[in-house]
């Protein structure tokens, strides 16, 4: 069994300022885990992926995140937030070499304060 | 290049009504088929998915089915439609088991009243 916790439902940063959207999974197996971002009215875009190759992945539009397998978490961050950046994120586990699966968090909202 | 189409993008259906949601894929063969629903406030719940023509998994029990007739569609329904199937429907596809980037439509928000 897998699932994934998004800490957070919803976080509220200022323009210019870090951003960490925190997540923590639980696998039986060794995951693969993602962070996808929903604008409004869009469809949901990959920002990252983690497939068991380095643990600090970079995504785009600068975000990276770190697996750390003893802590089971997946946080994503930004060193500086944009504006555009405002938007729902979900961390998402996979079990891989299955069909059966992504497994979504319940999302996070990202306020971008001027 | 790969392409997903849903439709419609919003629907106002009433309660008791019919629901009929699709989702077609194009430039790929054999995809792997899903829908997810996101209810307000809540993270995106695993519907149906699909391996193949006519294999249909379902993950919940609910009022909803789905139906692959061909290779590239995918079909999401409803007899009957509830006030709790209201929400925003995904559809999303990836190139089997070991596809790992999914693509996603671009949803339907869907109203019950």
């Known amino acids: 069994a897998q699932s994934v916790t998004q800490l957070d439902s919803h976080v509220s940063v200022s323009e210019g300022t870090p951003v960490l959207l925190r997540c923590n999974y639980s696998?039986?197996?060794?995951?693969?885990l993602f962070w996808y971002v929903q604008h409004p009215n869009k469809g949901l875009q990959l920002l990252l992926k983690?497939?068991?190759?380095?643990?600090l992945v970079k995504g785009i539009n600068g975000f990276e995140a770190e697996f750390k397998k003893s802590e089971t978490s997946f946080h994503l961050t930004k060193p500086s937030a944009h504006m555009s950046d405002a938007a729902e994120y979900f961390c998402v586990v996979s079990l891989s070499g299955s069909a059966r699966q992504l497994t979504f968090g319940s999302g996070t909202q990202l306020t971008v304060l001027p | 290049s790969q392409t997903i189409h849903q439709w419609p993008a919003t629907l106002v259906q009433p309660v008791g009504s019919p629901l009929s949601l699709e989702c077609t894929v194009e430039?790929?063969?054999?995809?792997?088929l899903y829908w997810y629903r996101q209810a307000a406030g809540r993270g995106l719940q695993l519907l149906f998915y699909?391996?193949?023509?006519?294999?249909i998994s379902s993950e919940v029990p609910q009022n909803l089915s789905a139906s692959r007739p061909q290779d590239r569609q995918f079909i999401l329904s409803s007899k009957k439609l509830l006030l709790s199937d209201s929400g925003f429907y995904l559809c999303?596809?990836?190139?089997?088991?070991?596809?790992?980037?999914?693509?996603f439509g671009s949803g339907t928000q869907l109203s019950v009243l």
């Open positions: 983690y497939t068991s190759a380095a643990t």
């Open positions: 699909s391996v193949g023509i006519g294999q």
């Open positions: 696998s039986s197996y060794s995951p693969s």
């Open positions: 430039g790929t063969s054999n995809p792997n």
């Open positions: 999303a596809w990836r190139t089997g088991i070991l596809g790992e980037k999914l693509f």
